[in-house]
């Protein structure tokens, strides 16, 4: 019996989906872009959460981010979010759920002549608030806006 | 492949709408089979994609909280019809998938 080997099985048995996910994101042939901000995406607070996608955990509040989401959310699997930012230069965005398990749902970088606005759709496990982060001109700026949900959309 | 991703670009006034949506089951990892009691493994995308003419217009990186069959809308300016874009993905695992088409 090879010990070295046996070690090596269970070490990397051990490291979990995210551990076979980086190796298994290695393999395959499309060169990734930009690595995948898994500190940031397990980061349980939103602050620390800020800190890995965007930089820092500093936001100005602006009202210049519009953030569109529902007052009451029936289904929290499925709450439909619209980031439109009239910031000049704005480079990055996220959108953050505060009192989901791991409360960054997604992060953008925005090409040149991209508009700074963002439509997709995210799951939310209970009432919380909708936090859209920004970035322009290396800046922070942010907006929230609170979504009640009456079925939760996270855990079976 | 390009099944699971349907693709819709329409430009107006040079600028370009683009909607794009996955099919992908976006399993957390912390829900649990109800019959077997044991975790689903997680799946969900990680990075999205988008290029128009060559040049990247919007790179995206999801967490799992991103809702299952995910739907993702954009706008780029300096867009005409006729010109090329490309959506890809890639998830944890490692599956990826791209779409090829047209801006309309």
């Known amino acids: ?54 930089g820092s955990a500093d936001a100005t509040s602006s009202d ?4 569109k989401a529902p007052d009451i959310a029936e289904n929290g699997a499925v709450v439909p979010i619209t980031v439109t930012s009239k910031i000049n230069g704005t480079t990055n965005m996220s959108i953050l759920v505060a009192e989901n398990n791991t409360p960054l749902t997604s992060t953008y970088e925005l090409g040149p002549n991209t508009e700074a606005y963002i439509s997709t759709r995210v799951k939310m496990g209970k ?21 009640k949900v009456t079925i939760g959309g996270c855990g079976g | 492949m390009a099944k699971s991703i349907k693709l819709r670009a329409k430009a107006k006034d040079g600028v370009a709408t683009v909607k794009a949506l996955i099919s992908h089951p976006m399993e957390t990892g912390l829900r649990k089979d109800k019959k077997s009691g044991k975790p689903i493994p997680a799946e ?17 990186q999801w967490g799992s909280a991103i809702s299952k069959n995910p739907f993702i809308s954009f706008k780029f300016s300096g867009a005409k019809s006729g010109d090329s874009i490309k959506v890809s993905w890639v998830d944890n695992k490692g599956n990826s998938d791209s779409i090829d088409s047209k801006i309309k």
Request: glycine share 10%; aromatic share 4%; with cysteine.
């Open chain 2, 44 to 60: 969900f995308i990680q990075e999205v994609v988008c290029e128009s003419g060559g040049k990247t217009v919007l790179s995206a």
């Open chain 1, 1 to 54: 019996m090879n010990h070295n080997r046996r070690t090596l099985l269970k070490g990397s048995l051990a490291a979990g989906a995210v551990g076979a996910a980086v190796s298994a994101g290695l393999l395959t042939p499309k060169a990734v872009m930009a690595a995948w901000a898994k500190d940031a995406f397990e980061a349980k607070e939103v602050g620390a959460a800020m800190k890995g996608s965007m």
């Open chain 1, 127 to 147: 009432t919380s608030e909708v936090i859209a982060v920004i970035k322009a001109d290396g800046k922070l700026y942010s907006t929230k806006k609170e979504v």
């Open chain 1, 64 to 67: 210049k981010i519009k953030l």
